[in-house]
């Protein structure tokens, strides 16, 4: 109930300073997010300082997913309900009401899955301070470092905007690479360990020729290279079948009783995709 009045309270000053409904643009680009365990979505978990195990998570995702919590937090209810509450406060003709939905803030450093950064990011790490941390803090991300954080994804979604490269999304994709690398060899090493000696080792295919990824990122035709396909996204995927490939000929060396087979199926995909009419 607390935080029910806290929250009715921010809406009623929000209506209280808003000026005509009729000269309104309202609309959410974008939220951004500093703090501590309160609002922590994957910071600290994604640094490698701390693994949680259920409950963490086990009401609402199932599974742990970076919160302190085992369901959502205060950020995740704001991020999906606030748009759908200041609806009461506007007229039903009021522009973008059903834009503004937002989703649940990506954590800045947990790069597993490829999180999209279109609509904000999530800076806040449990166990943060607003004083710069010490040898005996939980998180060395005090809200300084976040601040920093902030000013540096900025700084670098703003260069790769300039060059033409790619969005935000297309940032997090191509700063996942070195984890993404990480935790494939520490799969593979595990694998190893429990007796594996033979993998059969497929690359990436041409993200960027995905139906659903040129459906929802291919709307502008600069973006699309000769097959229709996204260029961005596909540099990421060549990016990170260089490093694999490399990685595989590590893990032949380190590993020598084993077979370790590498298969380019961006080649092969690729390959499809441009002469889909000659195979059929």
């Given amino acids: 109930m607390e935080t029910m009045n806290c929250f009715l309270h921010v809406l009623t000053f929000i209506s209280i300073f808003f000026p005509p409904a ?16 309160n609002s922590d979505t994957g910071n600290l978990v994604g640094a490698g300082i701390e693994f949680i195990r259920p409950p963490y998570g086990e009401i609402h995702f199932q599974i742990p997913s970076g919160r302190y919590c085992d369901g959502r937090l205060v950020i995740d209810f704001l991020s999906k309900s606030l748009p759908l509450s200041l609806k009461s406060f506007l007229p039903s003709s009021f522009p973008a009401l059903d834009a503004m939905d937002l989703p649940f803030l990506n954590a800045y450093l947990d790069s597993v899955g490829v999180p999209n950064f279109r609509k904000g990011c999530n800076f806040a790490a449990a166990g943060s301070t607003i004083l710069p941390a010490t040898v005996t803090s939980v998180s060395p991300f005090s809200f300084g470092v976040q601040v920093n954080q902030f000013l540096r994804f900025k700084a670098r979604v703003l260069e790769l905007l300039a060059r033409g490269m790619c969005m935000a999304h297309s940032h997090s994709i191509f700063a996942s690479i070195p984890n993404i690398l990480v935790e494939f060899e520490t799969g593979i090493k595990k694998l190893y360990d429990q007796g594996g000696r033979n993998f059969w080792i497929h690359n990436t295919g041409p993200l960027g020729c995905l139906a659903q990824n040129v459906a929802r990122f291919g709307t502008d035709p600069s973006k699309l290279d000769e097959l229709g396909c996204l260029s961005g996204h596909n540099q990421a995927a060549k990016l990170l079948n260089l ?5 595989t000929k590590k893990l032949q060396g380190q590993y020598a009783d084993s ?22």
Avoid at 243 to 247: E, G, I, K, N, Y
Avoid at 259 to 280: E, M, P, Q, W
């Fill in 22 to 37: 009729q000269s309104i643009h309202f609309k959410f680009p974008a939220v951004f997010n500093f703090g501590d365990s």
């Fill in 243 to 247: 490093q694999l490939h490399a990685l």
């Fill in 259 to 280: 077979n370790i087979t590498y298969v380019d199926i961006y080649t092969i995909k690729s390959n499809l995709i441009a002469n889909y009419s000659r195979y059929g």
